[in-house]
């Protein structure tokens, strides 16, 4: 399974993302590899994808993809990314 953490410029936000999102995944006992990139290298690193990670203000520039986006409010907020990683997830 792969996951990628979006953010809209670098890697910072998403680092970030990408780690919590690890925390999520080892609470719900699932693995899966998870990619940090930004808005232009999300086409390249997550067209295999099956979730994509990211805020509200990014959605419409993802473009086209087969994954399941799930918005983020709050990067730093393990609780939020593990309930909403179990409902992407089932």
Same mark, same amino acid.
């Given at each position: 399974?792969?996951?990628?953490?979006?953010?809209?410029?670098?890697?910072?936000?998403?680092?970030?993302?990408? =780690?919590?999102?690890?925390?999520? #995944? %080892?609470? #719900?006992?699932?693995?899966?590899?998870?990619?940090?990139?930004?808005? %232009?290298?999300?086409?390249?690193?997550?067209?295999?994808?099956?979730? &994509?990670?990211?805020?509200?203000?990014?959605?419409? %520039?993802?473009?086209?993809?087969?994954?399941?986006?799930?918005? &983020?409010?709050?990067?730093?907020? =393990?609780?939020? #990314?593990?309930?909403? #990683?179990?409902? %992407?997830?089932?």
């Amino acid at each position: 399974m792969k996951i990628v953490a979006l953010c809209g410029v670098g890697i910072g936000t998403s680092a970030i993302l990408k =780690v919590n999102a690890e925390r999520a #995944l %080892a609470r #719900l006992d699932i693995e899966a590899e998870v990619t940090a990139t930004d808005v %232009a290298g999300v086409a390249s690193v997550g067209f295999d994808a099956q979730v &994509i990670l990211t805020s509200s203000e990014l959605v419409d %520039a993802i473009g086209k993809t087969n994954a399941d986006i799930v918005v &983020i409010d709050n990067y730093f907020d =393990v609780d939020e #990314l593990t309930a909403k #990683l179990e409902t %992407a997830l089932g």
